[in-house]
């Protein structure tokens, strides 16, 4: 079938490696806004292609709505047949490029789209890409007129395989008393709603055709003193590789007070009394960022210039710590999801600025991207926070091993990592969650994924989130740190408070007793319906949910102590959509927030826990706090 096949397509384009930012040589122009938008019909998924929709406006055709980008397109209408589409979408709108870019390189990128795309612009083919959550672009300098209206064509397709990052499953039924013919259904694993659509910004940017930096990676040492040696490798390309004629100025911003300066592409520059990149709670200034600003010049080609935020902090860790800057580091925070009403995984940057004020509200210092990598201006917000990130892949649940989803997961953190090298905020990459990892091809395969990525960014450290039992698990070996999602009291003796310690407490030290490493919570939680009260507490209330949060309180506490256990993430920072089905409410509610942003009791109780853990191993003052802080 074409639908099978082109999920599978090889991807095309240019590697998206730096974030559009205008600059003296550099500009841009939003592509966002409102489309035309229509569905292949669900039995004839080769329609578009075979018809060529990409040649003509879809607004000629039958059928066509609006539909904002960006966005998810699932909950946009009333319509349950767009909710749960699944196949291929078309989008298209009319843009026009400026006569003033007609001499300069022209580049498309989009920030992401789930789950597969193929983009046409004039009725070309310019780039395809398959995985949602990460950039890609393409060079359409040859294609788009700079005299003329032109034309974007974009074909989505939110179909799952085997060999996807996530897993999915396409379920074909036979006609029957029970079916219609043609049905079909797409069975997930994971615990969140399948979103589709152009879910992140759509930009073109200019460089100089010439001569343009292509790519910069920065690290840094910090020595014990808290100096900071800073490094930095800027790749560019030039028409023809006359290296003479290339002089790099590298300059490291504080505001308008240049720090330091370098005429070498390659380099490293000592800072004596640098003002480091802390955690929020654990400095006066968290968060702190200057700006690198590169300018490669050439006397035949001329010059090109990119500023990029940088933070100065390192990351190291042992058997049993995690350490920013020379100073242990304790994760207190949360699981996420990119997920709200009406948009759904679409970039929503007033929702996130709400998000970031409860973040710091609740005194959290850290969270994950589950289940995959989140918008790049949500890394910038992060960055500019002191919010530490676990940046994951979108690899959840996977159930299958083999060597065509080895070889698009090894892409997906090639694609990850290569977006997020750079970002302070980022401390370690997790390369998936609850994979199937009690069984054997789960320990070759993730050692394969372990070692691309350690390759890939030695700077930072690798996990893989588990959920499998200690003594069966065969992937977590090849890790540097242990992270574990559990649900005692929930998942697990439901109801039942009272063994929640004992049993949260007795797995962690076996987990670090098997392993030898450093050990977290990366989820724990209940589902808890906001408004319900009951006492004594039962499942789904309120008071359940603040219960079950402190009994693991106590688990936490007693292995902090211990000395190798170095943090604890909720699940989840907010309730979000999942797809239908008995156990879930119209969607999964462990949040402490509601999906409006609203806060559960047990955000006051985390609130407390938050800041005092601040207090007591941050030594942060929170005097000012305690008069908000609610028993």
């Known amino acids: 079938m074409f639908l099978f096949c082109i999920v599978l397509l090889a991807p095309w384009g240019t590697l998206a490696l730096l974030f559009p930012r205008d600059s003296t040589t550099r500009n841009s122009k939003s592509l966002d806004g409102v489309w035309n938008f229509k569905l292949s019909p669900k039995l004839d998924q080769d329609a578009g292609f075979r018809d060529s929709w990409f040649e003509a406006p879809l607004d000629s055709m039958d059928d066509v709505i609006a539909m904002p980008v960006p966005a998810s397109y699932n909950d946009i209408t009333i319509n349950s047949t767009i909710r749960d589409y699944l196949g291929w979408a078309w989008y298209d709108r009319d843009f026009y490029v400026s006569h003033n870019w007609k001499e300069e390189r022209v580049m498309l990128r989009f920030g992401s789209v789930h789950y597969s795309a193929i983009v046409y612009v004039n009725g070309q083919p310019v780039v395809s890409h398959s995985g949602g959550h990460l950039p890609f672009e393409a060079d359409v300098s040859d294609v788009v007129s700079f005299s003329e209206k032109n034309r974007i064509t974009v074909a989505v397709n939110n179909t799952l395989t085997r060999y996807t990052v996530p897993q999915g499953e396409y379920r074909w039924q036979a006609e029957s008393p029970k079916y219609p013919a043609g049905y079909s259904t797409l069975d997930i694993a994971f615990d969140f709603f399948n979103y589709a659509g152009i879910h992140r910004p759509v930009i073109l940017y200019t460089t100089p055709k010439a001569i343009h930096i292509k790519d910069v990676t920065t690290s840094t040492k910090v020595a014990e003193d808290l100096s900071a040696t800073f490094y930095f490798d800027v ?312 219960e079950l949060m402190r009994e693991n309180f106590k688990a936490f506490d007693d292995a902090r102590a211990e000395g190798w256990f170095i943090g604890e993430h909720i699940w989840n920072f907010a309730d979000f959509m999942t797809k239908q089905e008995p156990r879930r409410v119209a969607g999964n509610k462990k949040g402490i927030f509601t999906r409006e942003r609203q806060p559960k009791m047990s955000a006051h109780v985390l609130r407390r826990r938050y800041w005092h853990l601040a207090e007591e191993i941050d030594g942060f003052n929170t005097n000012d706090k305690k008069s908000n802080l609610i028993l």
């Open 235 to 546: 790749n560019y390309f030039i028409s023809k590789k006359d290296k003479e004629d290339i002089q790099c100025v590298v300059q490291l911003l504080d505001g308008p007070s240049k720090i330091d300066e370098s005429f070498s592409c390659v380099d490293n520059r000592t800072i004596a009394s640098p003002k480091l990149w802390w955690p929020y709670l654990m400095s006066e200034t968290p968060g702190y960022m200057y700006q690198l600003k590169i300018t490669i010049i050439s006397l035949k080609y001329g010059i090109d210039e990119y500023e990029l935020p940088v933070g100065l902090r390192e990351v190291t860790w042992g058997s049993s710590s995690f350490m920013i800057n020379h100073k242990p580091f304790y994760f207190r925070g949360f699981g996420r999801h990119e997920d709200s009403n009406i948009r759904g995984k679409g970039l929503d940057l007033p929702l996130f600025a709400r998000d970031y004020n409860l973040i710091k509200w609740i005194g959290a210092n850290s969270y994950r991207t589950s289940h995959y990598p989140y918008a790049d201006e949500l890394m910038d917000f992060a960055d500019k926070n002191g919010i530490v990130i676990i940046d994951e892949a979108p690899a959840v649940a996977l159930d299958h091993f083999e060597k065509p989803l080895l070889d698009h997961h090894l892409n997906v953190m090639t694609e990850l990592v290569n977006r997020d090298k750079n970002h302070p905020s980022v401390v370690m990459w997790s390369v998936g969650n609850e994979p199937r990892s009690y069984k054997n091809s789960s320990g070759e395969y993730f050692k394969a994924v372990a070692a691309h990525t350690r390759a890939l960014d030695p700077t930072r450290a690798v996990t893989l989130v588990c959920n499998a039992n200690f003594a069966q698990d065969h992937a977590s070996q090849h890790f540097d740190v242990i992270a574990i999602n559990r649900y005692f009291g929930w998942y697990s003796d439901p109801g039942h408070i009272e063994l929640i310690h004992r049993q949260m407490l007795a797995d962690l030290r076996n987990w670090h007793k098997a392993r030898g490493k450093p050990v977290m919570v990366t989820e724990y939680g209940a589902d808890t319906v906001a408004g319900i009260h009951m006492e004594p507490s039962m499942v789904f209330t309120e008071e359940y949910q603040v």
